[in-house]
């Protein structure tokens, strides 16, 4: 087995763009939120979403863009001063789904 290599991040005011809306999706909002991230989820409008995380969406907690994903969301939904690039991406998809 290969070494692992463990990491720390300063996530405050970070841009977690989050594909997906399932319960994977709403521990991944979980976690963003906790570290002081911005999540935000990319699911189409009809997309099946976690109750918990529709929760976070209704409180503002997490920002919901109904639509598919697309590769520009990486280069516009972005922080500003970071030319609109999200800072980390989560795929949250199941086996079947497609981005």
Not at 13 to 33: E, F, Q, T, V, W
Not at 49 to 71: C, N, P, S, T
Request: with cysteine; net charge negative.
């Amino acid at each position: 087995m290969p070494a692992l290599l463990l990491t720390a991040h300063d996530c405050v005011g970070h841009i977690h763009l989050i594909i997906g809306s399932n319960a994977i999706a709403n521990a991944r909002c979980s976690k963003a939120i906790e570290v002081g991230a911005k999540p935000i989820i990319v699911a189409p409008p009809g997309a099946e979403v976690h109750y918990a995380l529709q929760e976070r969406i209704q409180a503002g907690q997490v920002q919901w863009m109904k639509k598919g994903f697309q590769d520009s969301d990486l280069t516009t939904l972005g922080r500003d001063e970071i030319g609109n690039v999200v800072d980390a991406v989560f795929v949250t998809l199941g086996g079947k789904e497609s981005l």
